[in-house]
């Protein structure tokens, strides 16, 4: 974690009513600041071409029972002069405990402006610009007239030039597990009753306009813009909610969702901006505000990438560097890990997660397991845990997932039951002891897990005695999970106290040196850097919708534009038996090729890459040829060059792995295929690899011929190209071993 | 805890629509059960006169938006048969580990009611009926179609037979700590706003005829009817809404509350009963929904205690023995305690909780304390302590309370600020290791504090290090604290997930052998049955509010009869310089004589005992006489024998100490003063005791002559008569020392 600080004040000087300005370092971002009579505005362009029309900021605050005792009711909107701007510029290179590439460069100018409002109030807006976007954030010093505050909602706007493409997803309290919607901004509306999975397990939306971030956009000129958000800590996630030419006020009620507990919050008291101006939303509590803030504290900052070359939004650290730094003071616990779990088969519906069909519901405290039936279905078996443990030493994977281990898999979703888990008791035909003692023996972790239901106060009863539990029997990583509403009813899972939820179990992780990686959690903004123990997140419709109807070609041509911005995602790929009908009764298959999953290990940057198929799959010789890409696969790099990439379209890159000269290059296409022609010139000059090249087959197809693939081997040389066909729906996957 | 079990099922049996009957086993009470149409229906006669009239069972369920995934949504309220009628009877005595009594016996008859609803579900009603009343409950079998349910409302109605004069608070899902209304029942609404104690840190009202249990009533023919609950366990607390003539629904809406979060819960769809009925109305939770349920289940008993005799309210047993027995195996740490502490001078506001005017808010998390400027009127102080300390190791007192111990008192109340305390950490001028030291070597034990300031979770997240800490230093009791709105926002004081919270708590700290004295929690149920290491609760309004304002000297006659029904209260007596101007800025003043205080020690049933006021105050030459019986008395008790009372007006009782012949008698009176006439009928024949009665001396008087007061001695042996007269607002104490 070294790190290096040229930090320096260049200027402070106070200021009238002009625009003050920052730009890049490279001089292509600028951002301009100035007050729209007494209302903040800002506006961010790229090259000399807008970004960002001028866009008011500032935040409405809540009329509070309390205001008369201390909390504040004075909205954060309007009545402000600038009283300071100070411009600062800094420039460090830190190593991160994982990651894409082994130095990143934190690179930015900043500006500073104070903000003094009639009445005595002081709010900073602080902007930081990158040569590749700007984050910015609200800063609420400490002051007597500012101690405690309450948030009806941040008025953030986003004044767009014109009608972009967007790819984005119906704006969710409580779910991210859609198909990203590819339209025109105009178009949102229109699409978006379509575009909600009604059936998910815990759907809030609030506005046929509001969409999540990050949103990754394309202007007509060819500008990418992508809007998300970086350290969301202690505060509510944000949405966007886009004014259209329809919208006749900002949102005050949810919109059909089927979570209607929610009280409509207040309407805005101010005037709706322009057409095609994003506003953000943030997630509410039970009771319908935003967020409850004690000064000195700030907003997660709010993120602009921006570039002309969409490559450029899939390199950038921009969210990275906007987090703090490491706050581990050891990490060296932390590690990449490549696993397989007991998982695949019952997602397809072949096995199950529970034990006992003998009650409709059961009670842990009064339930007792040794005295029940089992049904023979239960998965997570001592004979079938060994089978695959066997199968992670044989292949050279770190760990082995088993879900459904432990008690309380009858009745555990959505049936608002407090009590579903304690994490600590197995089935009885899980000898947890022997298990993980059979594992070591064999140089293989187990990998816990903890499914929550959502039931975060009983979770967080048991978290202590939990993570005992993992430390005793050798566990180091959980795989948790957020299935289902959140109890206590009628809070959401990216609420500011979920949010703070999420970040207590990390923290509390972190104390026994366990490594985190939780499913239906909020969507990541870059904690990682943090919090490096937080090696992987869901948040988003990961390969088991393969088994629920498929997810479309494009989707993972669309991912790593916006939901890895965060950080990177557990999407579990490597499902080479794409049939399912071929070993289960579910009719669903996976909508890639063989070829196209192997190239996700690359494609999908994660430090955590599970080899999700069922070991008899891996092992069968049709496919162990495809499996040995897997097998050589690395999971944690020095370098990383994003060759080729167009949202839901293609992205191609290479990757040097941690410590070696061997790269590997994934390359992923949507349902049209493509030809992709990769330049060797990263390599090292005067050294010769051994390419081997995973590709589909001449008549490969997702739909027809998924799994026609081809493994040829070569030797290569820096400037030579390659030259690869892509089937529809297709990839490929290269390793390039130094000899 | 010995137990006596004479269970023996008599008759069991299928019926038509006739009325069932079960009777106390002295006959004086009989339940009748039958059906009005399909719907359930109950009334309760005591020596043949009405005490409630036929009135309706059942609940309302909420129409959830996981109804069709196997949540139920049809009402358990009509569409019923009966399917079967047990009867049975029941007779045990049982000894509790502290109490009035050495041994309770627990006699009653049983009729378990069984409904079939048309659909195929499934309900029981049960009651158990004892000489002195009432106790019914819902009882929700396993069944496949009956497996999780939400409450919209329980609409349990008690229809009384007429006009009663009742003693009433405010319904309120937050706070009980109002004075006492005294009116007849059609006199609520138009008292209702002015009994509500707007100023509290937390009101919430539901309905201008919303009162809180314990209710007590009297009827015009002289019988005394107390409505309450017992055993609340997983279950939101029960309020009554009175049914009147102006009455046109059900309640659908807060009224006049402070905290307006909670939504409106759907209006009932059943007909309106009669005026002059209650029917019960549950504490919401967030979402305004009033619980969830998972078969097999049952709500709380409902209690009826019944008498022509008011003595028998204060004697009765019943909501004890309704509860389950002791869960815990070991007892042997628990004990009643008399205590003293760091605390009514900071009550008064002479001194403080907090330690430094630094900063407007302090984070924990941020904030130095070891730099931070003392304001010099911090009382939890080294030097402090230790007086308090001396006093009690030179006054036979076990404990010494020490509040504002720990940092975080800054701001600490009603910010909607999670992060409050930690529990852990002492104030710099707290040195938690000496002073453990020091008392323990006084022979003294320091008691713990922790005000949670009702921000739940986050206590929840420090409970277990809290425990630890406590148990670290030999601290073996804490007084918990609940002050201001429950922190997540929307939840209240009294539902169903507070109130596992507070047995969570109890439940923990039975584990470490911790004693819990919960303040502002739910109004107590019993539980101290099941959990003696519940040993006070505060839970309505204690002597605190003599230095805010005052209690009306009537307010000691009503606790016992009420919120004394569901366990003691840690009331904080023995203020005996009553006087606060004396020694302070305060203006307030406490509204009882001397003697007065000196008599709650015994009228106030509590194992648990402060000696409130000062040190200073105690060892004052014109009040250490007085506090010598304060010395003396015992808080645990071998027998207790209820003399006089009348609500209101005035409670005698003896009591014999524990494992010993000594008897105590208090007698508390209101602010007319009366003359008592106490019958030795109680005493050991053929013994002699001398006699300390401490009286209030002839032209005592709460306002204008409190402290007067005469300690006499004499010799008085069985048979005797004891003539004492009781100054307005005063009362009586007397040792009877065996000889």
Known sequence: MNKTFLSTALLAYSLAAAAQTVSSPDGNVVVAFSLDGSRPQYAVTYKGRDVILPSHLGLELARDKHASRGLDETDLMDGFTVAGVKLDTFDETWQPVWGETRDIRNHYNEMAVTLAQTGGRTMVVRFRVFDDGVGFRYEFPQQKDLVYFLIQDERTEFRMTGDHTAW??????????????????????????????????????????????????????????NLHEAACVDYATMHLELVDAQTKALTTKLEGSSNAYTPAPAPSRFPLPPAMTFVSHLTPDATGLKGAMQTPCQSPWRTIIVSDDARDMLSSNLILNLNEPCALDDVSWIHPTKYCGVWWEMIVGKSNWHYTDDQPSVKLADFDYSR???????????EKVRRYIDFAAANGLDEVLVEGWNVGWEDWANMWKRDVFDFVTPYPDFDIAALNDYAHSR?????????????????????????????????????????????????????????NHYLYCIRQAAKHHVMVNAHEAVRPTGLC???????????????EYEAFGGNRPDHTCILPFTRLQGGPMDYTPGILETQLSTWSSNTSWVRTTVAGQLALYVTMYSPLQMAADLPEHYERPDLAPAFQFIRDVACDWDDSRYLEAEPADYITVARRAKGSDNWFIGGKCDENGRRAAIRLDFLDAGRTYEATIYADAKDAHYETNPKAFTVTKKKVKRGDTLKLTEAPGGGFAVSLMAK
Not at 474 to 495: C, E, L, N, T
């Open 443 to 499: 140089g293989v972790k187990l990998m816990m897990h903890h499914e929550t239901s959502s039931s975060t106060q009983n979770y967080e009863q048991h978290l202590e005695d939990a993570y005992q539990l993992m430390n005793r029997y050798g566990y180091d990583a959980v795989k948790s999970g957020y299935v289902g509403d959140i109890i206590p009813r009628g809070d959401h899972h990216y609420s500011q106290s979920m949010n």
């Open 168 to 225: 984005w997803l119906p704006g969710d309290y409580d779910t991210q597990e859609q198909m990203t919607q590819e339209s025109r901004l105009s178009e949102i509306r229109s699409r978006f009753h379509d575009a909600v999975n009604w059936g998910n397990s815990s759907v809030a939306v609030f506005s046929p306009t509001g969409v999540q971030t990050s949103l990754q956009m394309r202007t007509a000129d060819g500008l990418y813009i």
């Open 529 to 543: 850097r943090t919090y490096p123990n937080l090696v992987g997140n869901e948040s988003a419709r990961g390969t």
């Open 372 to 382: 029940a039936t089992p049904h023979g279905r239960h998965a997570a078996n001592n």
